[in-house]
T-cell receptor, first 115, second 113 residues
C-alpha cells in the first residue's frame, strides 16, 4: 500500500531564506506526483506536477524534483516571502501497467515565513 | 476560466440530519473527485467519476453517503444521517485525462453538533 510522508510537519523561516520541503513515498511505481498549496480555510492550489519520466519541474521561485528510485521528492522555494506561508501538500498518483490510481496525499508541511 | 465551484462553503447541522454538497467542475473536465479532509490530514478520496460513471467508490461509506453526477457535469454528495465524526472539509476536484492534473474547489466545511 502506497504511503506518503512529509517531514517536517511544520517549518518557520525568516523572510528571504531558500528552503526545501520533503516528501517520501513507499512505492516507486507512480504515474505522477503533484505539489499543492493550501491556505487556511481554502481548497488546494496545484503548484507543480511531475510526470514519472521527469526529474524536475519549475515555476517561478518553485522547483520540484523527483527521484523515483529512492521514493523522494523535494519542493525548493527560493527567496521565501511572507505570502508563501501556507500548508504544502505532496500527493502521488500510483501507476500500474499503464493504468492510473487515485492521488494519495501526505499530511502536509505547514510553512510560516516571518517578515 | 472559472475554477471548480462548490456550495455551500459552510454548513452546521445537528447529528442525524441530512446534508448535501454541490460541485460544478471546470468546463470540459470529464473526471470529478470528492474528497474528505480532516483537520491536520491530507484529503482522502471518497469517490471518483469519469463522466457519469462512478469508477471508484471503495472509500465511500455507503450506509450513509451517496453521490450522483447527472449528465456528467455537476455532482452532489449527500450524507444521511450525519454523525459527529462526519465533521470535516469536503473537497471537490476535477481533471482532464492525461496528465490527470487535479484542480480543487474551495471546499465545504461541515460541522455536525
Amino acid at each position: 500500500k502506497q504511503e506518503v510522508t512529509q517531514i517536517p510537519a511544520a517549518l518557520s523561516v525568516p523572510e528571504g531564506e531558500n528552503l526545501v520541503l520533503n516528501c517520501s513515498f513507499t512505492d516507486s511505481a507512480i504515474y505522477n506526483l503533484q505539489w499543492f498549496r493550501q491556505d487556511p480555510g481554502k481548497g488546494l492550489t496545484s503548484l507543480l506536477l511531475i510526470q514519472s519520466s521527469q526529474r524536475e519541474q519549475t515555476s517561478g521561485r518553485l522547483n520540484a524534483s523527483l527521484d523515483k528510485s529512492s521514493g523522494r521528492s523535494t519542493l525548493y522555494i527560493a527567496a521565501s516571502q511572507p505570502g508563501d506561508s501556507a500548508t504544502y501538500l505532496c500527493a502521488v498518483r500510483p501507476g500500474y501497467g499503464g493504468s492510473q490510481g487515485n492521488l494519495i496525499f501526505g499530511k502536509g508541511t505547514k510553512l510560516s515565513v516571518k517578515p | 476560466e472559472a475554477g471548480v465551484v462548490q456550495s455551500p462553503r459552510y454548513k452546521i447541522i445537528e447529528k442525524k440530519q441530512p446534508v448535501a454538497f454541490w460541485c460544478n467542475p471546470i468546463s470540459g473536465h470529464n473526471t470529478l473527485y470528492w474528497y474528505r479532509q480532516n483537520l491536520g490530514q491530507g484529503p482522502e478520496l471518497l469517490i471518483r467519476y469519469e463522466n457519469e460513471e462512478a469508477v471508484d467508490d471503495s472509500q465511500l461509506p455507503k450506509d450513509r453517503f451517496s453521490a450522483e453526477r447527472l449528465k456528467g457535469v455537476d455532482s452532489t454528495l449527500k450524507i444521511q444521517p450525519a454523525e459527529l465524526g462526519d465533521s470535516a472539509v469536503y473537497l471537490c476536484a476535477s481533471s482532464l485525462d492525461v496528465p490527470y492534473e487535479q484542480y480543487f474547489g474551495p471546499g465545504t466545511r461541515l460541522t455536525v453538533t
